[in-house]
């Protein structure tokens, strides 16, 4: 993994020590991963699940989200998720879209950063 890409990351909130840790060391597997997630869907269905008000599929989304930002050290994502996550599970939307917002932001820069040392 470039000494750049670990700069951009870091900059943008990925706690890539502890991940690194995760993945035993191994930078070259932690980087298959996160190529790995640009291709995930979740997020995109999240998008439509919350465009459309399906509380129940967006949660679904939402908690998958969670899980590998948790799993891939993407601290920077897991703030606006997190609290997504728990609005979905009481059954609500109060306040969904504007924290959809700023999670899209924040994914769509991480997105590109790992699509630019892919």
Same mark, same amino acid.
């Given at each position: 993994?470039?000494?750049?890409?670990?700069?951009?990351?870091?900059?943008?909130?990925?706690?890539?020590?502890?991940?690194?840790?995760?993945?035993?060391? &191994?930078?070259?597997?932690?980087?298959?991963? %996160?190529?790995?997630? +640009?291709?995930? @869907? /979740?997020?995109?269905?999240?998008? *439509?699940?919350?465009?459309?008000?399906?509380?129940?599929?967006?949660? &679904?989304?939402?908690?998958?989200?969670?899980? %590998?930002?948790?799993? +891939?050290?993407? @601290? /920077?994502?897991?703030?606006?998720? *997190?609290?997504?996550?728990?609005?979905?599970?009481?059954?609500?939307?109060?306040?969904?879209?504007?924290?959809?917002?700023?999670?899209?932001?924040?994914?769509?820069?991480?997105?590109?950063?790992?699509?630019?040392?892919?």
């Amino acid at each position: 993994m470039s000494e750049n890409l670990k700069t951009e990351l870091l900059s943008q909130g990925v706690d890539y020590a502890t991940t690194l840790e995760r993945f035993m060391g &191994k930078e070259e597997l932690y980087k298959r991963f %996160l190529v790995k997630f +640009l291709a995930d @869907d /979740n997020f995109n269905q999240l998008e *439509a699940n919350i465009g459309c008000g399906n509380i129940e599929e967006a949660f &679904k989304c939402a908690h998958t989200i969670k899980g %590998l930002c948790g799993n +891939l050290g993407f @601290d /920077n994502l897991l703030e606006e998720d *997190a609290q997504i996550v728990e609005i979905l599970r009481s059954g609500s939307m109060d306040g969904v879209e504007e924290l959809f917002e700023t999670l899209s932001t924040k994914y769509h820069k991480l997105c590109e950063t790992i699509k630019k040392y892919e």
